[in-house]
């Protein structure tokens, strides 16, 4: 039996989140697009990601609080979800945090990504 899930983020820009999914190697459909379960249940989404198995469809709607995940785990892999959205989460804050310190006149000088995952970010103060 199919069953979406509907899981609150606190992913506000559609922009960045869409450069997050880019930097994590997803292209996305938009406009009209439906996210489909198993057993051909489907429920609208703003876009959603193209994925190599179009049995597990990921999709993204936005709320009054932010863009939340929309999904049917029925037949997903153990741990996908948590996986995915944890390596969003992380590139949807790097992603903010560049864009906002750039806005505030800083430039990228060094960037290192440490053994356990976790991205260290040296800047510098432009102008």
């Known amino acids: 039996m199919s069953h979406f899930t509907n899981l609150k983020t606190r992913m506000v820009n559609k922009e960045l989140l869409q450069q997050a999914l880019k930097d994590l190697g997803y292209t996305w459909q938009e406009g009209e697009v439906e996210v489909f379960g198993l057993e051909g249940v489907s429920t609208p989404v703003e876009f959603k990601i ?31 979800h948590r996986r995915f959205v944890q390596q969003l989460t992380q590139r949807y804050a790097y992603q903010t945090a560049r ?10 000088a060094t960037e290192e990504v440490e053994e356990n995952g976790r991205i260290r970010l040296v800047l510098r103060r432009t102008g």
């Open 50 to 80: 193209t994925r190599r198995n179009p049995e597990y469809e990921v999709g993204f709607r936005k709320t009054e609080e932010g863009y939340e995940i929309v999904s049917d785990l029925e037949g997903m892999p153990p741990d996908y």
């Open 99 to 108: 864009t906002k310190l750039e806005q505030q006149g800083f430039a990228l």
